[in-house]
């Protein structure tokens, strides 16, 4: 099977299965999301979902963030992973687009980066899901489920080189769901300590199943 014919196999399964899908995170504004993806950095969607109603209760917006202490947000995001360095970024971040943007958050990438506790794969994610654009993030469900199916190669050694070698393979249109395929099915199916390849439909075409198969039966 070539690439490009793992590729069509791979995005027409998902668009039949998951023709329509978003992230699993909770937010009420593009501001709500930022926050909620910055604190979703190795967390759970589900902690953070936890989290959020009460922080945003406070908190709905950059302005009214912007007034408070990094010691006051932390008090609603303790529970998450990093809570201090979180908080921390939370508050300057929110500082900073009351003072450069407004309070809003920008859709430029560059603008985006700039932001405290901001890296490429929240900047994509914020491009993608808040403004529509075809970028790709790459979390660690997405790196490795696009190993494992043999969507890119070993050389795709970090975040950036996956990100590149799934832009330039996947149609601009699918990319914005194709980042939400890729890491539901790290999430619930290709998991990252043992992979559920049994109930997996695309096991037959998946150059990772069979070593997965035969490693269960040594």
């Known amino acids: ?8 196999f791979i995005l027409r399964y998902f668009r039949e299965q998951m023709p329509e ?13 930022l926050v909620a ?37 932390l008090e609603y995001i ?14 300057k971040m929110a500082r ?14 560059n603008a985006l980066l700039d932001l405290p506790g901001v890296g490429r794969k929240t900047a994509n994610v914020i491009q993608s899901v808040a403004f529509g654009k075809s ?15 043999g969507l890119v190669s070993p050389k795709d050694d970090t975040p950036y080189k996956v990100e590149l070698t799934l832009v330039k393979n996947i149609p601009a249109e699918d990319i914005p769901r194709a980042h939400h395929w ?7 199916v290709c998991t990252s300590r043992k992979p ?4 997996c439909d695309l096991k037959t075409i998946c150059p990772s199943a069979a070593v997965a198969v035969d490693a269960n039966h040594l």
């Open 182 to 188: 890729l890491l539901l099915h790290g999430r619930y």
């Open 1 to 8: 099977m070539t690439r490009k014919e793992r590729y069509d």
């Open 135 to 149: 970028t790709m993030a790459v979390d660690t469900h997405v790196f490795r489920v696009s190993h494992r199916l």
């Open 37 to 73: 993806v910055i604190l979703s950095a190795q967390c759970t969607d589900k902690r953070i979902n936890q989290v959020t109603p009460e922080l945003f209760r406070h908190y709905p917006d950059a302005k009214a963030m912007a007034k408070a202490e990094a010691e006051d947000v």
């Open 96 to 109: 900073m687009l009351v003072e450069r943007h407004n309070g809003e958050v920008p859709a430029d990438m």
């Open 21 to 33: 899908v978003q992230t699993e995170l909770e937010f009420g504004s593009v501001f709500q999301l």
């Open 78 to 91: 303790s529970s998450v992973s990093y809570p201090n360095a979180k908080a921390e970024h939370l508050v």
């Open 196 to 199: 559920h390849c049994e109930k």
